[in-house]
């Protein structure tokens, strides 16, 4: 009987951590491309495309590709947790989920429209911080990084936005 109560109780636990585990998954640009590339809001998906972000897997030859020591910052598919991965992939380079969070759950309509909502659906908004995990001496190409001026090299505002 008592094996029984100890196995019941894990289980129990098991079934409460896989509950509020928070496995929000990584979707790739083309989700975000769908509401985000109209001209008066920003084009986003456009803007990225163009910039070095999205062509980051570009710079690297083909055995560079598969090495863990470069896909760590050219390609966000290339190191987030396999099972995290939905629709993203390695080609994406630095994604939009590298700076704004892995979008499953936030990528509806309803959940986007409120920052509060999709900030507890994995929404995250990008600070210096994020961009020194890759923009540090560890990268042989490293030119310095100041962040301030680094955002104006990538800006991608939505003009509508309050
Ligand atoms: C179904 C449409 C839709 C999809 C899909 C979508 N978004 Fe959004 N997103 C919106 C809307 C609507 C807003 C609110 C601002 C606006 O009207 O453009 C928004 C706002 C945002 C913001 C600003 C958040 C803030 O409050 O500062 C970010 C960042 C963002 N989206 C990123 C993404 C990313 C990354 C993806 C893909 C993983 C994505 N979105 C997918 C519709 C969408
Ligand atoms: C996952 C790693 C990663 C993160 C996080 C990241 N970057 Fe980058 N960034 C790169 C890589 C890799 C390149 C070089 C791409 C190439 O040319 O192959 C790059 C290139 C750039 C460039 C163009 C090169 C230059 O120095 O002018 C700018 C600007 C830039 N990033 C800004 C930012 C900003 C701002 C942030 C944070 C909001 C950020 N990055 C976050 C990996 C990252
Ligand atoms: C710590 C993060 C990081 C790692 C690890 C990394 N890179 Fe980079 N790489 C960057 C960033 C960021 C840039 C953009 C240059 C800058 O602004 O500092 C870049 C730029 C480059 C460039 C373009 C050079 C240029 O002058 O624009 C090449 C090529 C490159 N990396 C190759 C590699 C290879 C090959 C590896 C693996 C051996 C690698 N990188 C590992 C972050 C990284
Ligand atoms: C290297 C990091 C990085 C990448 C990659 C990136 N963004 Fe952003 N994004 C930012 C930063 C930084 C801001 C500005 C946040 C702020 O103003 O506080 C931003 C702002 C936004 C906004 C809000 C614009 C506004 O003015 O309200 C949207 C929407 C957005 N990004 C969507 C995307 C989409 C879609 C992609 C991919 C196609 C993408 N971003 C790729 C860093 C990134």
Known sequence: MKK???IFLFITIFACTSLTAQNFKYIGAAKCKMCHNKPEKGE??????????????KSLSAEEAK???CLKCHSTAGHVDAGLVATLTVEEGVSCETCHGPGSAYKG???MKKQELALT?????????L????????????????????????????????
């Open 121 to 129: 659906k994995g929404l995250i908004i990008p600070d210096e911080a």
């Open 109 to 111: 309509m309803s959940v």
């Open 4 to 6: 029984m109560k100890v």
């Open 44 to 57: 986003q998906f456009n803007k990225w495309s163009a910039a070095p972000h999205a062509n980051a897997m």
């Open 131 to 162: 961009c020194k995990t890759c923009h540090n001496e560890e990268s042989a190409h490293f030119k310095g990084f100041n962040y301030a001026e680094a955002l104006t090299k990538i800006a991608h505002p939505n003009p509508l936005a309050k």
């Open 67 to 69: 090495d863990p020591k």
